[in-house]
């Protein structure tokens, strides 16, 4: 049985079809999508009828070859590689609905091929630019003290930013050279300090850092055992991290390149770059599948074909 025509064309070029709205109200009811989500799709597929209806087509005029065209032609609008995979994934979820509730007899989607999305890999920092970072951080009042704490904390143990402002004083073990982290899913982890993140925590938990910020009395529950203080002597949050992170990079240069998490990147970067085990790095980083870790072999890797590309007299004809 096909689609009546009166359920695959509308007027107003504004609304939707009855079938594509029976769709929405199907994956809202029977899928549990979330409001966000049902935005999203809808919105791509009205990107789908906007092009039907300019190639003069309803929802059961549609074969692959008009799939496939569609997708072809979201390439050349700029779109991201996610974005679009996102589309034709809208479109191929459509059809098998409407498959399903037997509006169509074929399903036009079902050998669409998922457009490849890329791999993001992580933008590591150099080890020349993690020193410009840290070694930016002058003066010893406790703000100064704090900063460059945290930024030595975070590339040297490699740690989330949650894990970072989640930190109490029970976590750290300076005499090991130790802390203990709590990484996704409150999964425990234990990760080595370094002697160069050891001295600034050091100097921050010693009179003259810390202790200058604690108030007199403590504002919330927890606020009194947290690591890294704000200036107000509460915990430090991840948005108070994250523009710890910010303004130091700023005062470099290197704003626009860095964030926590890049620090974290290149944290994992350099360790592979210097031949530590990546299941050493798994461990270290906490993460769940080798498969994370191994993203950061592909950095590794592209930086040994860029340095011989660069500097081998055969590399380049």
């Given at each position: ?12 070029p ?73 589309v ?37 920092l ?82 003259g ?51 926590p998490?890049?620090l ?6 350099h ?19 080798i ?27």
């Amino acid at each position: 049985m096909r689609m009546s025509e009166d359920r695959t064309t509308v007027d107003d070029p504004d609304e939707l079809p009855l079938d594509v709205e029976e769709w929405l109200s199907w994956l809202a009811t029977e899928k549990g999508r979330s409001p966000a989500t049902l935005t999203a799709y809808r919105r791509d597929v009205r990107r789908w009828w906007a092009w039907l209806r300019t190639s003069g087509l309803g929802l059961d005029g549609a074969d692959e070859a008009a799939i496939e065209r569609f997708v072809a032609d979201l390439r050349t609008t700029g779109l991201a590689p996610g974005t679009v995979k996102r589309v034709v994934v809208v479109v191929r979820s459509l059809y098998r609905f409407l498959v399903d509730e037997e509006r169509l007899p074929d399903d036009p989607g079902a050998d669409v091929a998922t457009p490849h999305v890329p791999s993001a890999l992580p933008k590591a920092l150099t080890e020349d630019e993690v020193t410009s970072i840290i070694d930016g951080v002058v003066g010893d009042a406790p703000v100064e003290r704090r900063d460059r704490a945290a930024l030595e904390t975070l590339y040297g143990a490699g740690l989330r930013i949650s894990e970072l402002v989640g930190l109490s004083l029970g976590d750290v073990d300076l005499e090991s050279g130790l802390l203990r982290a709590f990484g996704k899913g409150s999964k425990e982890r234990v990760v080595p300090l370094g002697r160069h993140a050891s001295r600034a925590l050091g100097a921050w938990l010693a009179p003259g850092g810390r202790p200058v910020l604690e108030p007199a009395r403590w504002a919330r529950r927890g606020d009194a055992d947290a690591v890294f203080l704000n200036q107000r002597g509460g915990r430090l949050t991840r948005q108070g991290a994250w523009l710890v992170v910010k303004r130091r990079g700023e005062a470099v240069g290197l704003g626009p390149k860095l964030s926590p998490h890049v620090l974290r990147h290149s944290c994992a970067t350099h360790m592979l770059d210097h031949g530590a085990d990546i299941r050493a790095v798994q461990e270290m980083l906490g993460h769940a599948s080798i498969s994370t870790t191994q993203v950061y072999t592909k950095v590794s890797t592209e930086r040994l074909f860029a340095a011989y590309r660069a500097a081998h007299p055969r590399a380049v004809l």
